[in-house]
DNA sequence: TTGTACGCGTTATCAA
DNA sequence: TTGATAACGCGTACAA
């Protein structure tokens, strides 16, 4: 077939119509090069003329830089990766860039296809929030061939790239206390924790509370980070942890979680709990779903933290206090941090952990037993 | 500098490896033409021992195919564009395409920047949601390029181009319908209804009424086309409109439309308000939380129907009726649609309208005076 | 079945 | 300052 695609208007009739060598009127319209006032007039009204437009593969494969860069979210349709990407373009256009998306659903076979895809590609650079906090070979395998990446949210243990993540446990802390300074005793808390880290709830805790606490929490995936602070937040407030209340939701599912926490609730005349704490948006959504269907009341019957600043979280039950994330300013410094590699910035690697702050609003009160002070059944 | 950026291993290295030819390596490992088994494998195992990734761009170069589709999204931070790009990526994927994503903001020189940017990194084609129904010079000379586009909620008029859209206008008149049926005469509708398009409200109404209706109403932007549908349903009813009760938000903000929601409810003793309808998930986030702001409830206070799916109208005030958008199938019908024609398609243009469906929740009730029976004060 | 040689559109390297 | 020419990495005639 041979489909002529179109008839291309390149540098090379460009050049012929202005009476020119191509190089020269490569060197006018690249923009590189020296030129004549009257031949730089002559070539680009030609061009005008053609219409014509480099061709940035041709480009891209002598200069070895195609000014694109890869991502790898988790779910673009998610409101967190939503947002962040949303930064990364902002960043990449501005600086005339393109960014190519692509999904790992968190899964790492995915991932590491996605990361091939883009490499071959030829990307300028990745930006990734990697599957898995460990071995990573691929991404490996893209900064040893000299192409920067820069992680967002989770960081591969070891890896020789920036990172641009929050401190998940500070926030989480600071929750859990507001919510035990309320009285609460029995918070669940209701979270990703996915298993396949290889990591045993209870093992984790009994290691933590014998100080073995991982070498960098920063190197924990953020769920198990939130985990943390909600550990050291029982613990500075002197009220044993029940590690029932732990939810392994094991996935960044609406529905799993709001599963989770249906059972959760319905119990909770034996289980006593009395407040709950999301480990992000996902989780808040199912979450509040679940407590919608019981017909439940904010903060009358429950009270409620979140992670994540959805748009609800403003106007339901008055407000629901939340952890609000950065993340816009995730993805522009994520992009900012890449583009500088690919400029050539060789300086040491940045590992910035951006402080989340907390929106309070009004969906915390007292536990109700604490209030009414005899209707306790327990 | 020119900085050697990876030992490059490259088709020449392999072949040079395997002692063949390039050409026959490139027959190997690109899958195309003969190639007799042990040289086959002599090949592979050099590639496998190098580690050999094809170079797209160099593939791109001569074959005139990047396996890449370009994007241009009106804001990828919304939930309706996010969502519609899960969808366009998913199908991306599963082809080996890869999707450059770029945001438009709804601004006609960032989008013809965008297509501008997308064609000169030789993408296979364009999916697009217009901002403009008109001209759309930058389209029309992709598509007379040989780069096939497809528009996705909106069309531009008369391109050459696929599109997938939504009946905005049955939809909207269904909803109005349920809030008429249900007793209110004074329904507020919320909309975008950007004046840039030349329309003026009160003439659009006139013409309308005088049955002078836009050749195609699929030509219109998605809130017009619901403003059809808000004006079909009250004449249906027999009830007359008050263009009063049209806000015209301007934009895609939140903010705006919260306080055009703020300033008709704060007045609805005078201007008679009693239910509302939202154009948009903007729109009825932005209603929201005005609505909350004020402490109305819902229904009680004001009948409310939305469009599109947020999270939150499933737990708010017992749930929000509102239009279900099929989003991710219009992302992945977009690009099914795009891929068959980069694959050589040239059958007719699809112009595919997806049916929304009514989500019905309890977010309807009669209006007060209706229930009261004897406070009406007007 | 394999190898040679050329071309894709551009930038880079020289010599003029 | 300009122009001829060689890359970049790969696909594809065509010849062997």
Redesign the interface.
């Known amino acids: 077939?041979a489909?002529k695609?179109?008839d291309s208007v390149t540098i090379t009739r460009v050049a012929a119509l202005a009476g020119v060598s191509t190089a020269t009127a490569g060197r006018v319209l690249g923009g590189y090069g020296y030129s004549s006032e009257d031949i730089r007039d002559r070539v680009q009204e030609a061009a005008r003329e053609l219409g014509y437009?480099?061709?940035?593969?041709?480009r891209?494969?002598i200069t070895?830089r195609?000014q694109?860069i890869g991502v790898v979210a988790g779910?673009?349709?998610?409101?967190f990766?939503?947002?962040a990407?949303?930064g990364i373009?902002?960043v990449a256009?501005r600086e005339?860039f393109?960014?190519?998306?692509?999904?790992s659903d968190e899964k790492l076979d995915l991932e590491r296809?996605?990361v091939?895809?883009?490499?071959?590609?030829?990307v300028d650079g990745l930006i990734v929030s990697p599957c898995d906090r460990g071995e990573s070979l691929h991404l490996r395998?893209a900064v040893a061939?000299?192409c920067p990446v820069v992680q967002v949210d989770r960081v591969a243990a070891g890896l020789a790239a920036d990172s641009v993540t929050v401190d998940n446990r500070s926030a989480a802390r600071e929750c859990v206390q507001k919510l035990l300074a309320a009285g609460h005793h029995r918070i669940a808390f209701i979270a990703e924790l996915q298993s396949s880290h290889g990591h045993d709830l209870a093992r984790f805790a009994a290691d933590w509370a014998e100080n073995r606490q991982p070498a960098s929490p920063q190197e924990l995936d953020p769920s198990w980070q939130r985990l943390l602070g909600y550990l050291e937040a029982h613990r500075d407030a002197g009220v044993p942890v029940d590690l029932g209340l732990v939810r392994r939701v094991g996935a960044y599912s609406?529905e799993a979680a709001k599963d989770h926490v249906l059972e959760l609730l319905v119990r909770r005349q034996h289980n006593g709990v009395t407040a709950l704490f999301t480990s992000d948006g996902v989780m808040s959504?199912g979450a509040?779903?679940a407590?919608?269907?019981l017909g439940l009341s904010i903060p009358g019957d429950l009270s409620l933290v979140c992670f994540d600043d959805?748009?609800?979280m403003?106007?339901?039950s008055?407000g629901i206090t939340t952890v609000v994330q950065p993340v816009?300013r995730m993805g522009t410094m994520a992009a900012e941090f890449l583009l500088a590699r690919i400029a050539?910035d060789t300086s040491d690697f940045r590992h910035v952990v951006l402080p989340a702050q907390l929106a309070e609003r009004a969906s915390i009160a007292p536990p109700a037993d604490a209030r009414g002070g005899a209707t306790d059944s327990r």
Chains 1, 2 share one sequence.
């Open positions: 077939m489909i695609r179109t437009r480099p061709n940035r593969l041709a891209g494969l070895g195609t694109t779910d673009i349709s998610s409101d990766y939503a947002t990407m949303r373009a902002d256009r005339g393109g960014a190519i998306l692509t999904n296809e996605a091939q895809l883009l490499r071959e590609k030829q395998e061939a000299g609406v959504t509040m779903r407590i919608s269907a959805l748009d609800w403003g106007f339901v008055g816009h050539g």
